[in-house]
């Protein structure tokens, strides 16, 4: 039974490689005690987080003190801690779709079976791909991908103004690769099991 619980453990440690699947304690079902029950109580930490735009939120924190597997659990049901509204997955992990941080916006195109829309960077929400249509728009599971890309360093003469700010460019624009777009963070989320679709 110890080698059972300690599975998925080793499916999210960087150094095998594993791919993160859209169930057990990734699933929508998930919860703070299956975080705890799988990783071990002395690997989770519930508690106030940095959220968007100044806030702060409650999550559940897999290897809090682990930079290179440091997951983030959201929850619907905030008072129960279960419920999965969102994860972070760590880098270099492979997640449904096979997207993996370090990708290129072509890359990312390839997986997605075509070109995608992207919000401008450089704010709040800068970076972040738009999934509609694609081959990453429904994972199998029942998730989302959100992925966010960031930057390299780029001339400083170069002109960005078509890339960022609040609005949505195509990830076919050129610009992305001169400025060496790369996925900078994967975040998984599920939709609220408690609102009825008309």
């Known amino acids: 039974m110890r080698a059972l619980a300690l599975l998925p453990l080793l499916l999210v440690t960087p150094a095998l490689g594993g791919e993160i699947k ?26 106030e987080v940095p959220g968007p735009e100044g806030s ?9 003190n682990d930079p290179a597997r440091t997951m983030e659990f959201g929850w619907w049901d905030e008072q129960k801690n ?21 990708m290129t916006v072509k890359e990312v195109e390839a997986l997605n079976g075509g070109p995608f829309q992207m919000y401008g960077f450089f704010w709040d929400y800068g970076g972040t791909a738009i999934f509609e249509g694609g081959k990453l728009a429904a994972l199998d599971g029942g998730c ?5 890309f960031g930057t390299a360093d780029y001339p400083a003469e170069l002109n960005v103004d078509a890339i960022s700010g609040d609005q949505q ?14 996925i900078e963070t994967i975040t998984i989320g599920y939709a609220d099991p408690n609102v009825v679709e008309d």
């Not at 702060?56 to 809090?64: D, I, K, N, Q, S």
């Not at 989302?144 to 966010?148: G, I, P, Y």
């Not at 460019?169 to 790369?182: H, N, Y």
Request: proline share 7%; charged share 20%.
């Open 22 to 47: 859209c169930e057990g304690p990734f699933g929508a079902d998930s919860s703070e005690a299956r975080l705890i029950e799988t990783f071990g109580k002395e690997n989770v930490l519930t508690g």
């Open 169 to 182: 460019i195509s990830s076919t624009e050129p610009l992305l690769e001169k400025v060496g777009a790369r």
């Open 56 to 64: 702060t939120v409650l999550a559940t924190t897999v290897f809090p």
């Open 82 to 102: 279960e419920q999965t509204a969102y994860f972070t997955v760590p880098a270099g992990e492979l997640t449904p779709g096979g997207l993996r941080t370090g």
């Open 144 to 148: 989302e991908v959100t992925v966010r």
